[in-house]
C-alpha cells in the first residue's frame, strides 16, 4: 500500500525529475521546456551535462555553458524598441535572443534554445552536417555553428535565403567595420534607395564589407 503524505511533506515534483542538484533556468515555464529538459537531462552523457544542457542553469552548484554564455542581456536589442520588442528580447534571453537570432524577430521560428537540445537529444556531434530543407530565418543553422556543426540551408523565399546568410555570416563578422555605423544611418539609406539595392550590393568587392551592408 502507497504510504499517503501530507501535502507540505511532498517533494516539487522538480525534484521528482532532477534532483535537488539542479536549477533550471528561470525562463523554462513551459510544458514542452519541462519534457526537453527531461529527455538532455537524461539522455546526454553525465561528463557532458555542462557543456551541453539548454535548459538548465547549474548543476551542484556550478554554471552551465548556456547559462554563462547568454546572461548577457544586449542593450542594443531593446534601446529605442517597442515595448512588446523589449519584452520579446528580455523574456527570450536564453531561448531566442542571444547571438544573432535576434537580429530579426521572425515570427513563426522554432526557438534556438529548443533546436540545441533537439540536436543533443539526438546525438548529433561536432564536424557532422545538418539539412534544413525549410530554413526560415536559419535558427537550426545558426545553432549548427555554434556547436561546431556543418549545416545547409534551403528554403524557396529569397527573404529567408537572404536573412539566414545575413545571420551566419554575422557570427563571424569584423567589429572593427561595425563601429560608428549606427551613425552612418543616412549614407546607408540612400545606398539601398535605389530601384535594385541588389545591383548595389554586387559592386562591392570587399567580402567584409559587404557583410556590413548585408547586415545594415
Given at each position: 500500500?502507497?504510504?499517503?503524505?501530507?501535502?507540505?511533506?511532498?517533494?516539487?515534483?522538480?525534484?521528482?525529475?532532477?534532483?535537488?542538484?539542479?536549477?533550471?533556468?528561470?525562463?523554462?515555464?513551459?510544458?514542452?521546456?519541462?519534457?526537453?529538459?527531461?529527455?538532455?537531462?537524461?539522455?546526454?552523457?553525465?561528463?557532458?551535462?555542462?557543456?551541453?544542457?539548454?535548459?538548465?542553469?547549474?548543476?551542484?552548484?556550478?554554471?552551465?555553458?548556456?547559462?554563462?554564455m547568454?546572461?548577457?542581456?544586449?542593450?542594443?536589442?531593446?534601446?529605442?524598441?517597442?515595448?512588446?520588442?523589449?519584452?520579446?528580447?528580455?523574456?527570450?534571453?536564453?531561448?531566442?535572443?542571444?547571438?544573432?537570432?535576434?537580429?530579426?524577430?521572425?515570427r513563426?521560428?522554432?526557438?534556438?534554445?529548443l533546436?540545441?537540445?533537439?540536436?543533443?537529444?539526438?546525438?548529433?556531434?561536432?564536424?557532422?552536417t545538418?539539412?534544413?530543407?525549410?530554413?526560415?530565418?536559419?535558427?537550426?543553422?545558426?545553432?549548427?555553428?555554434?556547436?561546431?556543426?556543418?549545416?545547409?540551408?534551403?528554403?524557396?523565399?529569397?527573404?529567408?535565403?537572404?536573412?539566414?546568410?545575413?545571420?551566419?555570416?554575422?557570427?563571424?563578422?569584423?567589429?572593427?567595420?561595425?563601429?560608428?555605423?549606427?551613425?552612418?544611418?543616412?549614407?546607408?539609406?540612400?545606398?539601398?534607395?535605389?530601384?535594385?539595392?541588389?545591383?548595389q550590393?554586387?559592386?562591392?568587392?570587399?567580402?567584409?564589407?559587404?557583410?556590413?551592408?548585408?547586415?545594415?
Open positions: 500500500m502507497i504510504e499517503k503524505k501530507e501535502f507540505h511533506n511532498l517533494s516539487s515534483f522538480l525534484q521528482s525529475l532532477f534532483e535537488d542538484k539542479v536549477e533550471l533556468l528561470p525562463s523554462v515555464n513551459e510544458l514542452f521546456e519541462l519534457e526537453l529538459a527531461y529527455l538532455e537531462y537524461n539522455g546526454l552523457p553525465k561528463g557532458d551535462l555542462l557543456d551541453r544542457l539548454a535548459y538548465f542553469k547549474s548543476i551542484n552548484g556550478k554554471f552551465t555553458k548556456h547559462f554563462l547568454y546572461n548577457h542581456p544586449t542593450k542594443a536589442l531593446t534601446d529605442n524598441r517597442t515595448a512588446n520588442t523589449k519584452a520579446y528580447f528580455e523574456n527570450g534571453l536564453f531561448s531566442t535572443g542571444y547571438a544573432t537570432h535576434g537580429l530579426f524577430p521572425y513563426g521560428k522554432f526557438h534556438p534554445q533546436i540545441k537540445a533537439l540536436i543533443y537529444i539526438i546525438g548529433i556531434k561536432k564536424g557532422e545538418i539539412l534544413d530543407p525549410m530554413c526560415g530565418s536559419g535558427t537550426a543553422n545558426i545553432e549548427s555553428a555554434l556547436m561546431s556543426i556543418n549545416s545547409y540551408a534551403i528554403d524557396l523565399s529569397p527573404f529567408c535565403q537572404f536573412m539566414t546568410k545575413v545571420k551566419y555570416n554575422s557570427l563571424t563578422i569584423n567589429i572593427e567595420l561595425l563601429k560608428g555605423i549606427s551613425n552612418r544611418s543616412e549614407q546607408l539609406f540612400n545606398f539601398f534607395n535605389v530601384a535594385e539595392p541588389q545591383k550590393l554586387q559592386k562591392i568587392k570587399d567580402i567584409e564589407k559587404l557583410e556590413v551592408y548585408e547586415l545594415a
